[in-house]
């Protein structure tokens, strides 16, 4: 397999789900990092993440690959040492549990608010504020309902724990303050952004200056001993709605920024310089003037995580049922983020509740009618989960990265905390549509039109099977691609589309199915969610198959024999029939593992 043309590219692709994700991802990189103890041994899988080119994340996911690729690819093991899970996110913010509930389900007033109560009119302003601020958000097309935190423990707002509660959000305001006294509008996301620095990041990198173009310069980066990583964030025009067909999905990665959907791209490094039409506007001396630091690490991981915004839903709520000396804590917390109980203290066209990336750099570039955003001077960014796809494969069914394997990890929390394959099925839906273009491939020597992305079973099917409880691959087969309409124009790809390998969030060796909004943990805890997380990947150490291992790597491979046989990466090989010959051990492995 080494002599071939085309080395075999392997992708991870780690799902948005808050902590849950961020230590579900982290056992998984540990099972397929060499650097692990034992997992090198047999019926383990380590060196599979020293064999990958791409990790692309959402939301929690993305913390987790912030806090990796920031700590210069430091192992889990030494990396978790510097995560402070003990302390909240957020502080003065409870772990929540989880409940689905319509955004107009809520009642500007609950039914224990009197009107007797001294400060009931500034009570009213402040709900009816954050009412219509949160309105702004649309339902999605796909489902009625969103999730809305529920309190699991209620918050110490005792006057010692209200001064430490300032402290925390006076200095991330300081932080923040030096984007906004250049002329950046801030928003949530900035903070948040902050917040998650504080947190996750190793400690040298939770300078405010920290940017995510600046890891390039990072040894292990350059040293190619780290994969790319992605992190994902959904185009939105407030007011319109988008779901995962037609969402316009957007990637930072440590050299550009931009949307494969739009075909458009900025080096990372000078996005937050004014541009039109992709040309500086500013010049001195004839030489352009462009911006730095613009691409901060917390605020590109924040904003690629919306849990900051439905837990100040929370806080929204909290504030209207509080006692008077609650209610001002919480308004001055607010008050930190630019926050008044007026509705005229907010610039309502700079939407605060998304993520701001002022000014658009795409703005008039390109051709008006190729170009959605080409008269928008603001672009708003929100979780790149939000148009239902909470795995992040998107950019690894990108033809010019040729990617042949993905390993999808699913933490989503689809019914009771736990996935059910209604993602996969979401990114099937966006794929199988006609405005999304398919390829073209040689079956049985006869060039047929396929989709990109494989066959998913419907939720119902995918838990009957028990898929969403073990290791399964889809789209091993290229024969078994849904088919398009071959166009006379159509002529042979050599992209082959890859394998989707799902390894969904389960209950190994332990219950893992905990609330996306829950902002605390114990050692003990984090421990046993990383280990049962290993358990997934590794399918308990391949002690449920003793094979298992083995046919991980016949699966890794199986791109690569499906070239041999189209005559696509052949070297010396002695022929084509033996070059692409499967193993019968391998043929087995795919009889076991591929779905159809």
Known sequence: MLSSLKPITIGIAISGGGYRSFLNGAGALAAFDDRTMNSTNPGHLGGVLQSTSYISAISGGSWLLMSMILGDYEPIVKLKKEWHMLDPLLEGIPNMKQVEVSRNDVQVLPVDFKDDDGGFYEKLRFKTFFKDMFKKKEEPKISATNVLPNIEVSPDLSLKNIKKIFNFYKNLHVEVR?????????????????ALSRKIFPKSARSPNKTFSSVTMLNSFQMFYQPLPIILSNLREPGVEKTSINSNIFEFTPFEFGSWDLKMFMNLK???????????????SKKAICFNNFDNAGFITGTSSSLFNNVLIYVWQLAATSTREKYRAIKAVLNTFGLTSQQNGIDPKKHPDYALYTPNPFYRYGQEQNNEIFHDKHLYMVDGGEDGQNIPIQPLLQKSRQVDLIFALDSTADVGGWPNGTILQNTMDRYHHKDHKGTTVSIDGVPTSIDLF??????KMFVDKKLNKRPIFFGCHLSKFPKRNLNKEDVVDEYLPPIVGYFANTNHSYLSNTSTFRLTYTDDEVSHLIENAYNIMSYSNSTIDENYYKCIGCIMVKREFDRRSRGLSLINQGGKEQASRVPGFCGRCYKDYCYN
């Open 178 to 194: 030096s984007k906004k006294s250049v002329g950046f509008p801030v928003s949530f996301t900035d903070y948040w952004g902050r």
């Open 270 to 284: 000078y996005l937050g310089s004014l541009l039109c039409g992709g040309v500086p506007v500013f010049h001195i």
């Open 454 to 459: 494989p066959e998913i079973p419907k939720p």
